[in-house]
C-alpha cells in the first residue's frame, strides 16, 4: 500500500477534525447550562422545600432605610 493510498483512507475513515470537537464539547457545555439554569427556574414550582427561598431576604426583619432628609 502506497503512501498516497493510506493517507487518502484515514481522512475518510475518521469524521473528526478540532474544530468539530471544540463545537461538540462546546455544545454540551451550552446545553448543560441551559438546563441547569431550567432547572433553578422550575424548583421552587415543583418542590417544597424551595418555595419561599427566594424571599429570604424580605422576610428576616425590618430594615431601616436612610432617609434623604
Do not use: C, K, R, Y
Request: no cysteine; proline share 6%; glycine share 8%.
Amino acid at each position: 500500500m502506497s503512501l498516497a493510498v493510506a493517507s487518502g483512507i484515514a481522512p475518510s475513515i475518521v469524521l473528526f477534525t478540532v474544530t468539530t470537537g471544540i463545537a461538540a464539547v462546546a455544545s454540551v457545555m451550552l446545553t448543560l447550562f441551559v438546563l441547569v439554569l431550567v432547572g433553578f427556574a422550575v424548583a421552587p414550582l415543583v418542590s417544597s422545600t424551595w418555595v419561599g427561598q427566594q424571599n429570604v431576604s424580605s422576610t428576616t426583619g425590618p430594615h431601616a432605610e436612610p432617609s434623604d432628609d
